[in-house]
């Protein structure tokens, strides 16, 4: 497993980079509407600024994994065949799209077009990321679920650290009123992918010990030895959605929400992530060595 920790980290961090910035474009715009360009581009610049060194350690994770910078660039060679060339690729437009989008946006009126474009290279990067994985020999990966968890991991993470985000950079501001409608909105985004992914979570086990020795492998290793790490990730899923969902249902409330309970959310969005990131690497079982 000792191998696989940049993989993790650089899967999580540019998870959570990716989906910061697609919830926090997804803000602005509707902000926006209610409080005027400028104003919301002065709420969320704190946020869009965040993503980028978040991104960055993530690409400097991934070359601990490769070996070397170099390798990634000769990987771009096999962009017609290879879903890590792919990933690649796309992870260092996001990364390099936000940089330009980061410096265009504190011009009033400018970048919600290049913000949008980068949105969707950040989309194709996670579904990149999932690619990968997706066309691998391990049966566990193999299916619908790996892109259930990368995509519900960028925006879990994404939403709550938006509306973190949006939270420290409203501090000392006007427009409360519409802030706080807009964030309980987005953090019904983490809720809803956070039931979906425990709607599939019964699909994907059935599913695996339906098929060959490998998959059954898997869920032996799910129910035996990473049976609580399993578990505590689901756990803290569920306690994420509670908070949330209170975060949601104070949108009426004059008094809102407190801002560290929208950053205890996101420690334990992540703290989640990392969990069920670390069994996902752990009990995939190649089918074709049976180990």
């Known amino acids: 497993m000792s191998e696989e920790w940049p993989l993790l980290t650089f899967t999580i961090l540019g998870q959570l980079a990716i989906g910061t910035f697609i919830m926090l474009v997804i803000v602005r715009s509707l902000l926006g509407a209610k409080i005027g360009a400028k104003a919301a581009g002065e709420v969320t610049r704190f946020g ?36 890590l060339s792919r ?13 330009i ?18 949105s969707i290279v950040g989309l194709i990067a996670v579904f990149c990321m999932a690619g990968i994985y ?20 960028a925006f879990v993470m994404g939403a709550i650290a938006s509306g973190a985000a949006v939270a420290y950079g409203a501090k000392g501001k006007s427009h409360e009123e519409p802030i706080r409608r807009i964030l309980s909105n987005v953090s ?19 599913g695996l010990a339906g098929t060959g020795e490998a998959a ?6 799910l129910s035996g030895s990473y049976a609580v790490p399993f578990v505590l990730k689901w756990i803290l899923s569920i306690l994420v959605g509670v908070m949330v969902f209170y975060v949601s249902t104070k949108r009426g409330n004059n ?8 950053y205890t959310a996101l420690g334990v969005a992540i703290l989640s992530e990392f969990i069920g990131r670390y069994v996902f690497y752990s009990t995939a079982v190649s089918a074709i060595f049976g180990m």
């Open 101 to 118: 989008t980061y410096y265009s946006s504190k011009k009033e009126g400018s970048g919600q077009v290049l913000s949008w474009c980068t």
């Open 255 to 262: 008094q809102g929400v407190s801002p560290n309970l929208i």
């Open 87 to 99: 990933e690649i690729l796309f992870t260092g437009l996001f990364f390099l799209l936000w940089l």
């Open 134 to 153: 997706a066309h691998s020999n391990k049966p566990a990966w193999t299916n619908v679920n790996t892109y259930l968890t990368f995509f519900g991991a």
């Open 188 to 206: 019904l985004i983490a809720l809803f992918t956070i039931a979906v992914q425990l709607i599939f979570l019964p699909v994907y086990m059935g």
């Open 216 to 221: 059954q492998a898997s869920v032996q290793l």
């Open 48 to 83: 869009i600024l965040a993503v980028g060194p978040v991104m960055l350690v993530a690409l400097i994770a991934s070359f601990f994994h490769l070996g070397s910078p170099m390798l990634a660039f000769n990987a771009l060679g096999n962009l017609k065949t290879s879903w």
